[in-house]
């Protein structure tokens, strides 16, 4: 009796590379200050240097948090830029 010869087993394809992941053009970092100067939240001359440091330590979310809270809240009065934020900050 014959022995059947041996299945070969499938020849495995060498992994195809993958494409090196495209970059983006990375957007120069803006600190908190700037985007809540910015969007109107606080006012520059009102800040205090130890403010700005406490401020810039704020995570992406709390600062998110109060630009959406100045959009709600609307625009101070004008003339009266010591009643902005209308909020603490």
Do not use: C, W, Y
């Amino acid at each position: 009796m014959k022995k059947a010869p041996a299945k070969k087993a499938a020849a495995k394809k060498p992994a195809a590379k993958k494409a090196p992941a495209k970059k983006t053009a990375a957007k120069p970092k803006v600190s908190n200050i700037d985007r809540l100067v910015a969007a109107g939240v606080i006012h520059q001359d009102h800040v205090s240097d130890h403010n700005v440091q406490v401020i810039n330590k704020f995570s992406a979310l709390e600062v998110s948090a109060l630009l959406n809270l100045r959009k709600k809240m609307g625009t101070a009065p004008e003339g009266k830029d010591h009643l902005r934020p209308n909020f603490p900050v």
